[in-house]
């Protein structure tokens, strides 16, 4: 199937299964290609939550069957990738991506942002009380300049978190996005 003919509701139905998203995920990480091995054990680890090493044989039997019979075939007929059944090698092809907006970019390496709003928040609680109780060097005088700086701080945050979901954006310093 020519990238002409993979339609949005095309795309909408292949991607419908989380193990196609995830396959193809893996595979954009991997460069474009990878052996059917570590891509089912890092599939498993994503589906039971846990690292590739402490996957089960049950629980990599299970996503290899599935991928061997079901999904990787049903990739290969959307065009989306090059399976070879026999020699158990994956390649992704050319067209990777438009699949982004499919994909499951939870499954990406994040940083905990509800921490560091946790802790913006929390030297602003504590930075409030102690202006409040005129503690130390804040005073009441100095509750406009903390609530100020707090709020610029909450705004940076949130234009970082923003920035480093974008997919594509040039980042500064010379780092590629994720």
Same mark, same amino acid.
């Given at each position: 199937?020519?990238?002409? *003919?993979?339609?949005?509701? /095309? &795309?909408?139905?292949?991607? !419908?299964?989380?193990?196609?998203? +995830?396959?193809?995920?893996?595979? /954009?990480?991997?460069? $474009?290609? #990878?052996?059917?091995?570590?891509?089912?054990?890092?599939?498993?680890?994503?589906?039971?939550?846990?690292?590739?090493?402490?996957?089960? +044989?049950?629980?990599?039997?299970?996503? =290899?069957?599935?991928? =061997?019979?079901?999904?990787?075939?049903? @990739? *290969?007929?959307?065009?989306?990738?090059?399976?070879?059944?026999? $020699?158990?090698?994956?390649? &992704? %092809?050319? !067209?990777?991506?438009?699949?982004?907006?499919? &994909?499951?970019?939870? &499954?990406e390496d994040q940083r905990q942002w509800h921490r560091l709003y946790a802790a913006v928040t929390a030297? $602003?609680?504590?930075?409030?009380?102690?202006?409040?109780?005129?503690? $130390?060097? %804040?005073?009441?005088?100095?509750?406009?300049?903390?609530?100020?700086?707090? #709020?610029?701080?909450?705004?940076? @945050?949130?234009?970082?978190?923003?920035?480093?979901?974008?997919p594509g954006l040039a980042r500064p310093f010379g780092r590629a996005s994720?």
């Open positions: 199937m020519s990238d002409s *003919e993979l339609t949005q509701a /095309k &795309l909408f139905d292949v991607f !419908s299964n989380a193990r196609r998203r +995830r396959t193809v995920q893996f595979l /954009k990480r991997q460069g $474009g290609s #990878c052996d059917l091995a570590p891509l089912v054990e890092q599939v498993a680890a994503w589906e039971n939550d846990t690292d590739p090493d402490d996957v089960t +044989r049950t629980q990599r039997r299970r996503v =290899y069957i599935s991928l =061997y019979q079901t999904h990787l075939p049903m @990739l *290969e007929d959307h065009g989306i990738v090059d399976w070879d059944p026999d $020699g158990h090698e994956i390649e &992704l %092809l050319p !067209s990777e991506d438009r699949f982004e907006p499919y &994909l499951d970019r939870h &499954l030297v $602003g609680v504590v930075a409030f009380g102690l202006s409040a109780l005129a503690v $130390g060097p %804040l005073t009441t005088a100095a509750a406009p300049v903390v609530a100020l700086g707090l #709020c610029f701080a909450v705004l940076v @945050l949130s234009i970082v978190q923003h920035v480093s979901r974008r994720r």
